[in-house]
């Protein structure tokens, strides 16, 4: 007759594993899964926050811009009114004594469509105002800005013009509007178009 001993299972001497070991391994696993989350968050929010800063770094460079190109177009806008002030005066003023000088003064401060339609007229205007021995006297009471660019600026005149001939020896005043075109050429404020609305 066999005996067959079976071992029974005595959990007090079963090999178990030391709790030290176990605490160990859980930590080690635990410290395995959060490592690489824990380096994340940070290279996110420094990358959100470089993000952040160069968005808003080109942000406030556009405005500046743009706030520069607009201060550009104003000072345009003042530069070319004063030039055209000063203009408006000479072309409206004559004088049948120093007709050559004045219409000298006329060409240098005209540019384009103007400056030659001028220089074309001048000739016939000379001897007509000389046969009647005409003067003016032109003042500008008023000047807007209609639209102005950095190189292009139409300016808006009303100008008193007083004037006296041989036939009106007493001078009269006339009232006129004129629109001017004003271009930069050079880095001078110059008239390319005059009209009379």
């Given at each position: 007759m ?46 959100s ?20 190109q ?26 049948a ?9 006329v ?54 013009q007083?004037?006296?001939n ?23 404020w ?8």
């Open positions: 066999t005996v067959t001993t079976e071992k029974k299972h005595d959990p007090d001497t079963d090999e178990k594993p030391d709790a030290a070991e176990v605490d160990v391994e859980e930590t080690a696993d635990e410290t395995a899964d959060e490592q690489p989350r824990g380096r994340r968050w940070p290279r996110v929010l420094i990358g926050a470089i993000s952040i800063f160069i968005a808003a770094l080109a942000g406030s460079g556009f405005l500046g811009w743009q706030l520069w607009e201060r550009q177009v104003d000072l345009a806008g003042e530069q070319a009114q004063q030039a055209a002030v000063a203009y408006a005066q000479v072309l409206t003023s004559i004088d004594n120093k007709v050559d000088e004045n219409f000298a003064q060409l240098d401060g005209s540019t384009g469509e103007f400056k030659d339609m001028y220089s074309q007229s001048s000739m016939q205007l000379r001897q007509l105002l000389i046969d009647n021995k005409a003067s003016a006297h032109g003042v500008v009471v008023d000047s807007a800005v209609q639209s102005a660019s950095k190189d292009t600026v139409v300016v808006l005149l009303f100008v008193d007083s004037v006296s041989t036939s009106v020896p007493d001078p009269r005043v006339d009232r006129s509007r004129i629109k001017m075109t004003m271009e930069n050429v050079d880095g001078h110059r008239a390319s178009k005059v009209e009379l609305p």
